[in-house]
């Protein structure tokens, strides 16, 4: 089994070096042939390893090498592949498997082809280190890992001004966030002497209650950031400068739920600290609401999905707050499928629209695009949660599980989420395949895509469809894993009120969302729509003004201040003080410039003589450390 | 057979046949492909083979040169040799010069003067035989066949003065009086009965 | 007694081969008297039971170290003498004395002392070869892998550096532009 | 003691054997190309021209050792002797014959059996090389000089493919001295038929070494003049010669050595039958200068590098995978 | 008398005082290169006698190392040799000023 797990890590990682060798050369198809076949490879083992561990098997656990072995820190590279890990492995080769292949179409005309692979497999293969790391250290790798590869990804069209600005956005603000995880892992190894996952999970209980607190909090802030949760969660909507492909592996279906599995992977850590876990299901509720809230007005296709990916992280933290760690990460692989599913067909789109974002200027597609109009279509009622679509079987227990722990206003605000996420859906759905078509003032032809690529999507839009039969076996798997208990309400009666009132919400919405943008009258908006100069249009459409208010109270002061700081501060005292020291170097320098006349052999010499100076001073340093106690009386006895 | 065909193979007689040269391999991919076809043909081998094989049959046609010599074809060009004239053997060369201005290489010197009866008579002549590239235009440019070349080829020597003077090169008299002067066989050659012919048609001298 | 002699032996050729190299003026004496010293290098290996190391010292070294250098020496017109501006021999003779001393003082002196345990001690009834090889597969088997790697560098960059039409300038101006530019900046 | 003066017997033995050989070798040269040509070769000096060498060796002697002006005398004069002492340096490592007992005493026919035989005798080879280099180099002569940088050329790279070609036996065998490989051979059978791939390779990588006929570019007699020899004379010139026809006579040796089976058991029918395999090796010279053309230097870079290196490479890979 | 290892280091400094000689006074090119040649072998010489005196392999690793390291530095730096020597058709360290600040 554990030629699987190398398989499964190390093949991207050749895929990746061995597409980066072609990266300065024009396209070669080959390259994304192989790529795609080096991480179905991947996949395969992935595969082998998740029916190995379904079947009950023990959890794999290897050490490569050893890695960092310095004083009491010993790190090794090691992996493990358990219950939660082979999911992630699943889900992440899966995914990933199909956007290569999909790539191979999406990115046909593109002169980057090959650097394109290189850096999507390079990112599977840290998404891979993230998540069977068996320590932090790893972890925290494979997590700047494919924050590196997000970013160049997302840069990927570097020529674009939009593209290089919201990659180094995103790079950024994941820093930040990084920044409260390094001092998490900084508390933990203090705490407990050590980063692997068994070592420290076995120590936690032992730990201060407050110091518990801390480091949920610090580490929560790492996933904060790499999720998108709210207040940083601008870098995710900006992310789409991307390739479609990366927004469907990265920043819908893998990367963006790495803050989820750190939290579930926590989950001994977070079961002791129901504080920090109510806070992060309570923000979790929060951002699922609120981006969903802006999804309903956006006009930009793949904006729109990604708001809603935020939401679903929302669900994923709401969940994981309440404890119901399988049930987050069920969710996490349900939403993974149709995501990436949704995202996929987003690009198809685009790819028939030249590029064009904005949903109100397509409308029938249905005709042109049948397939892709099926697949969105079936992937949007899985988000929605309709029956019995994977979204229904995972998100509806998330409202169970926040009902049966008794958190009533969690579960009304996810409830009327729901709503709205189906609303937002099927806006978007009916939008670009519904509808009179508006595309042909624009002068665009649209075409269906490549077979290959409508292959491709088939997996993810089989696994939407009958994920939630696997929610059982699933259950079996990780009960033991993640302490999983499953939620009962008490009678029957309100079990099934709750139920078919749910769908019955989401069906109405669905049918408020068709009936609203089916309409062959629909026009491009233009600003002048009553709609558009309402008051909560304009907060939802401007994003609550929460990149108004960044830019405005952070960006702006901070750079008056450093503009004060630089006209009164750095000039006249640090300049000062520079200039002063530069004087006193420049007459040094003036005094000893026959050193460096640049003649090699002058400084040959040079060299020597410095040599010789170190030298000197070492065996001065050794002698007086030989002889310290002799020197100690001596001084001593001189009075010193 | 097209014309153009006919004219590239004006010069093609019967029996002969074009060889199908491959074209030069330019990649080294093709020069790889020309090494493995030829050593697989053999190539290297049937040489060896050839060469065994005439070593086994031990068909030796060495001629022991110092000590056998081979008999040397009367047109040979070696060393010149002044001729006399059969009758009276006195020299035949006139004095002309002719093959002093011929000589591409530049070998011969001559030196003439009249003699008592106002004859032109040589008194130096020389070929330097160092110089001397054996093109026979002297010989064939002679109008009375006094210069031709002989079949002396053994020209070694330890000094380069031995090249070569005309006393070397004269037939020497008495070879003249027993008729033992050889004469150049073939067109323009003087013939045995050259006298009576002489005679007989005396404008054509 | 045999090692002795042939240590003594060994040790005056070798300083002065190597006393020749760095002294002569003339290219092809050095390049002789270097070739010659690195040969005679492998002869202490070879006392001190290293042969592999001897072996490798000889083939490496005379094979290729320096046939590379006599190679590059083609370029040039070796039997001219070489032309050197003479520099203050003194105080250069002095540092090198100087530094030696300071580097034997330093490092040879832990050395010499008994504290020094042996890693990988040496096993007797097998092989200089055999043990060179277990040792380096085994213990060092990742700076022998970086060592190929950056010889494999070493190589295409030579290529590539003695290969390419380099005499042109490497930035896309010429000598005359360069020269040019630092005339203004100065 | 005894062993001192053993192994000076030895030496004093294989160096007048192969000085002699070196001398026969030019002789039976002369004489197999005459034949091969049909031809009778020396016929003169002696019955069957066989007192040509003592001719020659006559002539070399006495011959004025010229020194021309421009030259770096020093290493002018060492170069020659430089090529003629690492071909009998090389020497000191090949069992000639197996070890017998004459006149109650035990003779082994090999001066050193050092462990690291092979590599011995490639690096000594290799710095056989400088003879050529330096002379070539010393001569201030544009064909010597040409014929230098071909020497350094055509030895860097044929030492790549021999050490490649004969790491795959060395794998098999587990050991480098040539007396191993020899008992080896005489219990698993002879290398050639499991590696007839490196047999092949170094056997052309032979040919390099010694220069001779196809890659005969070194001292390129119609192209470069002598090569590096242009300048010499005399027994300078000579020592040169020698060098190269021990050089022969030793590969010849070594090759059935490594890959044929040496003198098996070490019988008398063995040693009889390993001194036909030496000479018939030695006549494979011969023979193939009468047989085969001269190649290029280009050509023979190409087919080191493009061709016998990878060959090379490849053959030790699979020998690893069959022998794991 | 019985050679020691300090014979050795000895005669290992004195070579690595050679070859730093020569490092420092010669003004050619290539004879640098010699100069160095001569202070990795003289530091070889000691790495091969201390592993010999003290049993231990690491010695001789690290010859094998340095062994590698000259290789490859000829490699490049002979390049670099020629690439100058092509654009400026000498070899003085004298002449290499392009480092003057």
Partial sequence: MEKYLYIALFAPLVSSLFSSLFTAKPKKQFVGVIASLLIATSFVSSVILGFYILGGGEAIHVELMTWI????????????????????????????????????????????????????????????????????????????????????????????????????????????????????????????????????????????????????????????????????????????????????????????????????????????????????????????????????????????????????????????????????????????????????????????????????????LKEKMKWTWIMMTVASFALAGVFPLAGFFSKDTILEAAFVDHHYVIYGVLLFTAALTAFYSFRLVALIFHGNDRYSQFGIHPHEAYNYMLWAMAPLFFFAIIAGIMQTPFFEMVEEALNAREYHIHSEAVKWIMLIGTQVLVIASIFYAYRKYNRNDITVPDGTSKTENRLCYKVLFNQYYIPYFYEEYLVKPYRELSGLFWKKFDLRVVDATVDGIAKILYNTGEETRGMQSGNLSVMLRWMVVGLVILLIFAGAVGLAVRYSDKILSFLSALGV | MSEIKMFEDRNVGEGYYKIDIDSYPTTPWEKFKRVVKRSLKGELFVGLWVVLREMIKFNIHTVQYPLEKMPIGPRYRAVHQMKRLWESGTERCIGCGLCEKICISNCIRMETRYDENQRKEVSEYSINLGRCIFCGYCAEVCPELAITHGGEYENCSEQREHFILYDDMLTPIDMVLNKQQKEFEGFGAVTPNEDARLKKTPLAY | MFETVAFYLFAVLVTVSFFIAVTTSQALYALTALASGMILISGFFFILDAEFLGAIQIIVYSGAVLALYAFGMMFFDTTREVKEKKGNRIIIASLSVLSVILVVLIFAAPVVSDNIVANYPVVEGIGNTEQVGIVLFTKYLVPFEVAAVMLLVAMIAGIVLAGKKMDVSLTLKDDSEINNEEKVLS | MSYIVGTLINIVIVMLIFSALAGLGTYFERKVLAFMQRRLGPMVVGPYGLLQIAADGIKLFTKEDIIPQNVVAKIFRIAPVITAA??????????????????????????????????????????????????????????????????????????????????????????????????????????????????????????????????????????????????????????????????????????????????????????????????????????????????????????????????????????????? | MEIGLSHYLILSTILFGIGLYGVMSRKNLLMLFFATEILLNSVNIGFAAISHYLGDLTGQMFAFFVIAIAASEVAVGLGLLVVWFKRHNRIDLDEMMSMRG
């Fill in chain 4, 86 to 324: 690492t071909a009998f340096m090389a020497a000191a490592a090949i069992p000639f014959l197996p070890d017998f007992e004459i006149f109650g005493i035990k003779v082994h026919p090999i001066i050193s059996d050092i462990n690291i035989a092979i590599l011995y005798i490639l690096g000594v080879m290799g710095v056989g090389l400088y003879g050529l280099l330096l002379g070539g180099m010393a001569s201030a002569n544009k064909w010597s000089l040409i014929s230098s940088a071909r020497a350094a050329a055509v030895f860097i790279s044929y030492e790549v493919v021999t050490g490649l070609s004969i790491l795959a036996p060395i794998m098999m065998v587990g050991s480098l001295s040539l007396v191993d490989f020899n008992n080896y051979q005489a219990e698993h059978g002879w290398l050639v038929f499991s590696q007839p791939v490196a047999f092949v390779l170094f056997w052309i990588a032979a040919f390099a070494e010694t220069g001779r006929t196809p890659f005969h570019l070194i001292a390129n007699d119609h192209e470069i003049i002598d090569g590096f020899g242009t300048e010499y004379s005399g027994m300078r010139w000579g020592l040169f010669f020698i060098g190269e026809y021990a050089n022969m006579f030793f590969i010849s040796f070594v090759i059935p050595l490594i890959f044929l089976g040496g003198f098996g058991d070490g019988s008398f029918l063995g040693a009889l039958i390993f001194l036909l395999k030496v000479s018939f090796f030695f006549f494979f010279f011969l023979w193939t200068r009468a047989a085969w053309p001269d190649i290029r230097p280009d050509q023979l870079m190409w087919l080191c590098w493009k061709v016998l290196m990878p060959l090379a490479v490849i053959n030790v890979v699979i020998t690893g995978i069959v022998m794991m």
């Fill in chain 1, 69 to 364: 072995n310095t004083g009491g820190l010993y790190i090794p590279f090691g992996f493990v592949v358990d219950e939660i890990s082979v999911t992630m492995m699943f889900v992440v080769t899966l995914v990933s498997m199909l956007v290569h292949i999909y790539s191979n179409g999406y990115m046909d005309h593109d002169p980057s082809f090959n650097r394109f692979f290189a850096w999507l497999s390079a990112f599977v293969f840290s998404m891979m280190v993230l998540v069977m790391s068996d320590n932090f250290a790893g972890l925290f790798i494979g997590w700047e890992g494919v924050g590196l590869c997000s970013w160049g990804l997302i840069g990927f069209w570097y020529y674009k001004e939009s593209a290089t600005w919201a990659a180094n956005e995103a790079f950024i603000m994941n820093r930040i966030a990084d920044l409260g995880m390094l001092i998490g892992l900084f508390l933990l190894y203090w705490n407990t002497g050590s980063l692997q996952y068994d070592v420290v999970f076995s120590k936690v209980a032992l730990l201060d209650h407050s110091t518990l607190i801390w480091i949920g909090i610090f580490l929560f802030i790492g996933a904060m950031g790499k999720s998108a949760q709210f207040p940083l969660h601008t870098w995710l909507a900006d992310a789409m400068e991307g390739p479609t492909p990366v927004s469907a592996l990265i920043h819908a279906a893998t990367m963006v739920t790495a803050g989820v599995y750190l939290v579930i992977r926590s989950n001994p850590l977070y079961d002791l600290v129901p504080e920090v876990g109510i806070f992060i299901a309570s923000l979790g509720t929060f951002v699922a609401f609120f981006a969903a809230s802006m999804a309903l007005v956006n006009r930009d296709m793949k904006r729109i999905i990604a708001y809603s990916t935020l939401s679903q992280l929302g669900y994923m933290f709401a969940a994981a707050g309440l404890g119901a760690y399988w049930v987050a990460l069920f969710h996490l692989m349900a939403h993974a499928f149709f995501k990436a599913l949704l995202f996929l067909g987003a690009g198809n789109v685009m790819h028939a629209m030249h590029d064009e974002l904005d949903p109100f200027k397509m409308g029938a």
